[in-house]
């Protein structure tokens, strides 16, 4: 008579992990979201997995993209397209990455960290974490209240403290299901797309010359100061906080938990993070579009600051709506960023800590690690200081992504955690190309912003 070994008790780890997983990620809404069957046509299936990639692509349009896409497009005209359509490819294989981890271990990027790491290693990953989503979240609050005062005429230092009160509108959405956050906002999103259509076409851009700005130029790595504009498009436009949400909210599709249920899973939300990542691409492509037709070509190569952007469209495009439009955008990109930057925070907390706090605890926590110095720096500096803080805040989310994207290729990469659905050699290969180019590219970032 054979006899079988004993079965691993219930919160054994499984192989390839140090710990077993306890409780879901983002578990009020974990697998909520009904999927079709793997018989249903296409059409329902996309949309059933359409959603998590437009709350990824909010990361790659958000206040802190502006600044430099700004000043790549009003010092060399079209010739950064070709970094933003860079960056973009990079973002679209990290993504699918992020998704993927998510969906075959059913830990998010934070949890797998803990899970894997030594408790020491785990704890510095997250304190890194904690600083660049309050980083990020500077950005939004810095972006609103400038929206705020180009279109009400709201003093700055007002425009920060109100940022607080979108504690009680994220706490109202989320109350009403994980739809509707993803529908307002692919909504804010549509605005966004608009506002910046209507740039373009009032901007009128040699469509020449911008198709020549797809190609890349020897002259954007052998120029250094076109170089370090260059990083700094990629350092803002690939977000780390974006690789622990992903990673998270795939997990509220209720996929059936077979090799097959997992592969539909992936291809789906593959689709859904690209295109929406197309959406993002339009609207950093087209600030820079914008900036280099409006201002490059006019002499003003200077532009860098949103407030002075915001002066100069009008009287330069001869359109009146075109500076409302632009603060608009800006105002609907601020928000948006603020509604996801508050589930990366509640994932990164729970996933590293296993720390669950009230939503509206962790939420004022890390508004409050915002509101603080950007308060401080506008009472005490104005429009200039709010505009290098902006930068700043770019510069720290530079730092922190090396932190992000090295696990994320490592675990992906490993047959003991992904079984099957291990990267295959071609896509590890390419992944740690871009996770060395990201990693070379901003330690020379952060080299030249203190250093150079």
């Given at each position: ?19 077993a ?72 294989l ?30 510095v ?23 705020l005062?180009l ?78 504009v ?15 949400l ?60 949103i ?7 009008a ?17 609907a ?28 605890m ?20 104005g ?70």
């Amino acid at each position: 008579m054979t006899t079988l070994p004993p079965a691993p008790p219930q919160d054994a780890p499984p192989a390839g992990w140090r710990r077993a997983r306890r409780v879901p990620s983002l578990v009020e809404v974990f697998a909520t979201i009904k999927v079709p069957p793997a018989s249903a046509s296409f059409w329902r299936k996309l949309l059933a997995f359409w959603g998590p990639g437009l709350m990824v692509a909010v990361g790659y349009m958000d206040p802190g993209n502006w600044a430099t896409d700004l000043a790549g497009g009003s010092r060399y005209g079209y010739t950064l397209l070709s970094v933003i359509l860079i960056s973009n490819l990079f973002a679209m294989l990290l993504q699918h990455l992020a998704a993927k981890l998510g969906i075959v271990t059913g830990r998010d990027l934070a949890q797998a960290c803990r899970d894997h790491y030594s408790k020491p290693v785990a704890m510095v990953l997250w304190v890194f974490c904690e600083i660049a989503i309050a980083a990020c979240d500077l950005a939004e609050v810095i972006g609103s209240a400038i929206a705020l005062n180009l279109l009400f005429g709201l003093p700055l230092a007002w425009g920060v403290v109100l940022t607080i009160l979108d504690v009680l509108v994220v706490l109202m959405l989320q109350s009403r299901g994980f739809r509707v956050l993803e529908s307002i906002i692919g909504g804010l999103i549509v605005l966004i797309f608009g506002c910046f259509v209507y740039e373009i076409i009032v901007s009128h851009p040699d469509y020449f010359a911008l198709i020549q700005g797809l190609v890349p130029r020897p002259e954007i790595v052998t120029n250094p100061q076109m170089l370090y504009v260059a990083i700094g498009i990629l350092g803002a436009t690939v977000m780390p906080h974006n690789l622990y949400l992903h990673s998270s909210i795939v997990q509220t599709r209720a996929i059936e938990q077979t090799d097959e249920g997992k592969r539909m899973a992936i291809k789906f939300s593959t689709i859904d993070s690209t295109l929406a990542l197309f959406l993002a691409f339009f609207v950093n492509a087209a600030i820079l579009i914008m900036a280099a037709a409006a201002f490059h070509s006019s002499g003003r190569q200077n532009v860098a600051d949103i407030n002075e952007a915001h002066k100069l469209l009008a009287p330069v495009l001869g359109a009146g709506a075109a500076s409302i439009v632009f603060a608009v955008a800006l105002l609907a990109s601020g928000q948006n960023s603020t509604l996801t930057g508050t589930l990366a925070g509640q994932i990164v907390m729970e996933g590293f800590l296993d720390l669950r706090l009230k939503p509206w605890m962790r939420r004022l926590i890390t508004r409050s690690i915002a509101v603080v110095p950007a308060l401080v720096v506008t009472l005490m500096y104005g429009e200039k200081g709010t505009g290098e803080l902006l930068v700043l805040s770019q510069v720290i989310l530079s730092f922190q992504l090396s932190f992000a994207v090295i696990p994320l290729v490592l675990f992906t990469g490993s047959k003991a955690k992904m079984g099957i659905f291990v990267n295959r050699p071609m896509v590890q290969i390419t992944a740690w190309i871009v996770s060395g180019i990201i990693v070379l590219l901003n330690v020379y970032l952060l080299v030249q912003t203190f250093w150079g």
